[in-house]
């Protein structure tokens, strides 16, 4: 004798999609992955800190050798000496490095193809530059802050057996210092804009490198009575010559004028590759 088992009771539920939304701090973290898995970046960061602190400490070296002769020392003096900016020469090495770090931050992402991969993440693509500029600037201010910092101690103990050192209290020291890690973030953000605006890491850095170093030369020659001294002053890696330094000079903008011209070329810089990442194809 067989008996018959019921039919098992199935539910059936309505389907309903899972809505997943792109929220600026989710892009943030996701930028802040990328930043630190690229090789290249993390090596380049690297380099830049001990470009900075390492310059300043062989430049402070030098100029504590030179002072030991009266020669030296004369001359040292004629050219007003500054015993900051000799410890922070390195300062000036690491805004080439730190432009390129800008730059490979977003060009490498074209030259792999990873871009797309963002622009369908955040279609408006005004998201994926702002969470980029937001992790670029945080990790290229504590890096270079820790670096100069590192090099004006290291630097003014080996200016300080010569009793040529300075310390942070005196007039000017500590806006100095931050002067050259407001240069060393802006410039990196400059190098993100023309990342952006190029989109190849050769191209993008190789114009850097001629903003900050090249051009700046062939300026010089450029006579007064044609705006040759206005030009100079204005000009990108100029404005914020008396902002990174304590002694000042009258060849160039006051330190806030200068800080203030500067700001605004890395906002037209940046927003020149964000419209161009907005209004181009990937």
């Avoid at 191209?203 to 900050?212: D, E, F, P």
Wanted: proline content about 2%; hydrophobic content about 55%.
């Amino acid at each position: 004798m067989s008996t018959t088992q019921p039919a098992p009771q199935v539910q059936h539920r309505q389907f309903q999609a899972t809505e997943f939304r792109v929220t600026f701090p989710g892009l943030v973290r996701s930028e802040w992955i990328k930043f630190w898995s690229v090789r290249s970046v993390v090596v380049t960061m690297a380099v830049s800190f001990v470009a900075i602190v390492g310059i300043g400490v062989l430049t402070s070296l030098a100029t504590r050798a030179a002072f030991s002769s009266a020669e030296g020392a004369q001359a040292m003096a004629a050219q007003g000496f500054d015993g900051v900016a000799a410890s922070l020469t390195g300062a000036q090495m690491g805004t080439l490095i730190v432009a390129a770090v800008g730059v490979i931050v977003i060009a490498g992402e074209f030259s792999t193809g990873m871009i797309r991969t963002s622009v369908v993440t955040a279609p408006r693509r005004l998201g994926i530059i702002a969470a980029k500029a937001v992790v670029l600037a945080v990790n290229v201010a504590v890096v270079t802050a820790v670096a100069v910092l590192l090099a004006f101690l290291l630097g003014q103990a080996v200016l300080n057996t010569q009793d040529l050192g300075a310390s942070l209290g005196d007039d000017g020291v500590v806006r100095a210092l931050l002067g050259n890690v407001a240069m060393l973030v802006g410039v990196s953000l400059a190098g993100l804009g023309v990342g952006a605006l190029i989109r190849n890491a050769a191209g993008g850095i190789c114009t850097v490198v001629a903003a900050i170093f090249v051009v700046p030369l062939l300026l010089m020659p450029i006579p007064e009575s044609w705006g040759g001294d206005h030009i100079r002053e204005f000009w990108f890696s100029n404005t914020v010559t008396n902002a990174t330094m304590v002694t000042q000079s009258d060849s160039y903008l006051s330190a806030g004028a200068g800080f203030g011209m500067f700001v605004v070329w890395v906002a037209v810089l940046l927003g020149l590759g964000t419209l161009a990442l907005r209004s181009r194809d990937v």
